[in-house]
């Protein structure tokens, strides 16, 4: 959850309906320092290669050209395929490639790369 609603009172014994369930003031910080840790601890993703991985690129996978494409030509799933070494583009960004126009010539064999595809 992004919000948490939750009932404050002052004092539970100025015995307003809502009182009896709702938070005082030091139970909230405990709330809110909570709700922080679990929320830090959630992370963040990130998808980059991080220097201990330096060596294991070979071993991941990533987008290839796997026919010969000519500039001008759109990008199909005929065209690319994940494969090994990952030094093209992840995987994960093969449907944002596919539909694509390449902007100069392409060999069978060579890695995916942005600077090869025209982005509109």
Do not use: M
């Not at 220097?51 to 759109?74: H, M």
Request: hydrophobic share 35%; aromatic share 8%.
């Amino acid at each position: 959850a992004s919000i948490i609603e939750k009932h404050v009172t002052l004092d539970r014994n100025f015995g307003g309906p809502d009182d009896s369930f709702s938070l005082e003031s030091k139970e909230l910080k405990e709330l809110c320092t909570g709700a922080k840790i679990a929320w830090e601890s959630l992370g963040k993703v990130d998808y980059g290669l991080k220097s201990s991985e330096q060596g294991n690129v070979k071993f991941r996978r990533s987008l290839y050209f796997v026919k010969d494409i000519e500039q001008g030509e759109t990008i199909t799933k005929k065209h690319i395929r994940s494969i090994r070494p990952g030094y093209g583009l992840p995987p994960k960004l093969y449907n944002n490639v596919i539909g694509k126009t390449v902007i100069k010539d392409i060999k069978a064999g060579s890695s995916v790369r942005w600077d090869l595809i025209l982005v509109k």
